[in-house]
């Protein structure tokens, strides 16, 4: 039975998987210490100790929940820390040999005995091993998501160029998730300001191909039906030439060479102009500001 | 693909389009899609509802959540024992010139899914599915 | 029988549309719209839809032919409050609502109708 592995001298099955752990190439004392390999340990040996005198060997049925409630802990936190899958599945691995011993010192004048709980103990421990795996897996590929959509959000930045001018400064290949988010973003950052007009530069965007054209071009219309224009500026030459060659049609969209063009095409949409002032209209910062009796006055 | 939550809602007034309309974008909400995604859903569905009464004469829709592990989504399926459409490559090339009529509701519905599907025969109805992921 | 209440500012019309409509609401609005720029002379009308959650081709074709209609009645039409996820999702559709005006907010729609009605005037007052 495999209930008779324990309560006796548990400590040393502690001891002994401990040493392996540590010996072994899974041990990362820069990312976790003695100690705290000490507590998981400790918390996995009485956890695996209670569902195994269930009688049940069905890691995935309820008898088994405390264990891979351990596991499940323990391999997120090692997924956020950057240990690799096989060091983390060293953990449950390294237990095999204290086991195994243990069921050698108990079973040596019955060599069928031997061989039945071996096999028993170990299919279990192989079991655990992969769900070890499967969780830190799914901890990594949370991990991921969550940084692209971070990446994602930080690289739509809004910004406010004048009262009711938005620029978009597009910098980086445009997938379509990436796209979607630069819309969604935009649009609703035209809501939020009231702003009329937007420009969405693609100086930094290396190739225009079909698909991200077609995105623009969606960008630009559903704007359109806000009530808001879009400008789309930073069409480099060879951009310009790959736009034509795909047969992309712009229809009424406004493009503009540079930044600097399109807000002023902005300005000008809105009423306002750029005046350079003659040196006589300026005024003094003296004037302005009489108690700090400047020089200039 | 395991079905999560399914119902089933009749399609024979136009309160009943918008009884579809609140039945799909709760199942959205309740699956998790962002706002765009239930927008573009609901905006199908109300395409699709609306063909089943006017030109199927009326019929049901079913609302199935499915998913399995890796991805969750929604699938609609609407039904109708109406005239059914004898050139369907037709109904769906629909764009500006048919708008309004089952052109663009098809086409629009289909464009507004991930996955679409028609089975139609004259004199006997007419079956879309769609489904989008989220 | 619910409708969708029509309220005068001055020269303008305000529709604000805040209930998911079904069909015949919609064919009613044509019906009372249509009535009231006459009865009120109305020179603008603003359509606020920014309560509206889905605009699907048959209402999009709504906001186009009561443009179109009161255009035809010497009005000025302009959409105003379109939220993004519906806008994305016409555009999806492949619905632009050719020939109707838009505007962010009820505000901006206000002052688009002052400025085209102004700019007609002043047509109007050069053909003379």
């Known amino acids: 039975m495999l209930t008779e592995l324990f309560g006796q001298d548990d400590a040393a099955i502690l001891q002994r998987w401990m040493d392996n752990q540590l010996a072994g190439s899974g041990f990362r004392p820069d990312r976790i210490s003695r100690a705290e390999l000490q507590e998981n340990a400790t918390q996995f040996l009485s956890a695996f100790r209670r569902a195994l005198s269930s009688g049940s060997t069905d890691i995935h049925g309820a008898d088994w929940a405390a264990v891979r409630h351990v596991l499940d802990v323990l391999s997120a936190s090692r997924a956020e820390r950057g240990f690799s899958p096989s060091e983390t599945a060293t953990f449950i691995f390294s237990l095999k040999q204290p086991l195994f011993d243990r069921i050698r010192g108990l079973h040596e004048k019955d060599g069928v005995k031997l061989a039945d709980t071996t096999w028993e103990i170990n299919q279990i421990l192989d079991k655990l091993g992969l769900y070890t795996a499967e969780v830190f897996q799914r901890s990594r590929d949370a991990i991921i998501a969550r940084q692209q959509q971070e990446v994602l959000e930080l690289s739509t930045p809004v910004v406010a160029l004048w009262d009711g001018i938005l620029a978009l400064p597009l910098i980086g290949t445009l997938d379509s998730a990436r796209t979607q988010i630069v819309m969604e973003t935009l649009l609703q950052r035209i809501v939020d300001s009231g702003a009329a007009i937007a420009i969405i530069d693609i100086t930094g965007v290396p190739t225009v191909d079909t698909l991200t054209a077609q995105h623009l071009l969606k960008t630009v219309a559903a704007a359109r039906l806000m009530g808001a224009d879009c400008i789309i500026s930073g069409i480099r030459p060879q951009i310009a030439q790959t736009i034509v060659h795909l047969g992309v049609e712009l229809g009424s969209v406004v493009t503009k060479a540079t930044l600097a063009d399109a807000f002023r095409v902005a300005l000008q949409r809105t009423g306002l102009a750029v005046q350079k002032q003659l040196p006589h209209e300026r005024k003094p910062p003296a004037e302005r500001d009489r108690t700090s009796g400047g020089s200039e006055a | ?134 | 029988m619910e409708r969708i209440p029509i309220l005068k500012m001055g020269e303008y019309l305000l529709v604000t549309i805040q209930v998911d409509m079904h069909d015949r609401v919609a064919m009613t609005l044509q019906d009372d719209l249509t009535a009231r720029i006459v009865s009120a002379h109305a020179k603008g009308v603003l359509i606020d839809i920014s309560a509206l959650e889905i605009v699907d081709s048959f209402i999009g074709r709504m906001l186009g032919d009561l443009a179109a209609m009161s255009r035809v009645l010497a009005a000025e039409t302009v959409v105003v409050g379109m939220r993004p996820a519906v806008a994305i999702t016409l555009v999806e559709l492949g619905l632009s609502l050719t020939g109707v005006r838009t505007a962010l907010n009820v505000e901006r729609g206000m002052e688009l109708l002052r400025r085209r009605i102004a700019e007609q005037g002043r047509d109007g007052a050069g053909s003379d």
Request: net charge neutral; hydrophobic share 40%; aromatic share 4%.
């Open chain 2, 1 to 134: 693909m395991p079905v999560l939550i399914s119902a089933t809602h009749g399609i024979h007034t136009p309160e009943d389009v918008v009884a579809v309309r609140q039945a799909v974008r709760q199942r959205a909400v309740e699956l998790g899609f962002n706002l765009v995604d239930q927008t573009k859903l609901v905006t199908a569905a109300s395409e699709l509802a609306r063909n089943t009464l006017q030109y199927g004469g009326g019929g049901a829709v079913l609302i199935e959540g499915i998913g399995d592990g890796l991805r969750r989504g929604l699938r609609l399926t609407f039904e109708d024992k109406g005239p059914g459409i004898a050139d369907i490559d037709e109904a769906l090339r629909g764009g500006f010139s048919t708008a309004g009529g089952l052109g663009l509701g098809l086409s629009g519905a289909r464009r507004l899914s991930n996955e679409f599907q028609i089975e139609s025969r004259p004199g006997e109805g007419t079956r879309v599915t769609i489904t989008r992921w989220r």
